[in-house]
């Protein structure tokens, strides 16, 4: 289960990998206790775009439960440029397919997370950043 995580926004690979549970940082972000966000990103990936990217790990998955990776550009774009519905249908659908019992969220945590995510995913194309998750899995 997925204790602790957070999409952020940073300017390279080097600064991503400064985070991390009790590490703090004043990066811009979102966080995402609960869900597995490398699979959530690979299905809002495809229902918002319709194809799906690899998930580029910026720190692999080590046996201490803990992960950094670059979220797909494809998903950035997508995020930035969603409309409301479509952020919501999104949303609806992705959690009528979360399958894993640790990986539920209801409908207006869904939403919530994709709207924050998009108005993130905005500010990362502004700024000229990149957008990043961490999560630590025990």
Known sequence: MVRAGEFFLAEDDESAVR???RKSHDFAAVPCDGIYPDDAVLRWETLLTGTESLVRDVVPMANDGFT???VPEPLCTALASARGD???ATAVAWAE????PDDEISLDNAV????RLSALAKSRAEKDLSLYCWYFAP
């Open 19 to 21: 985070v991390g549970p």
């Open 68 to 70: 950094v990776f670059a």
């Open 86 to 88: 479509q952020l919501r």
């Open 97 to 100: 397919i979360a399958s894993e």
């Open 112 to 115: 919530n997370l994709l709207e």
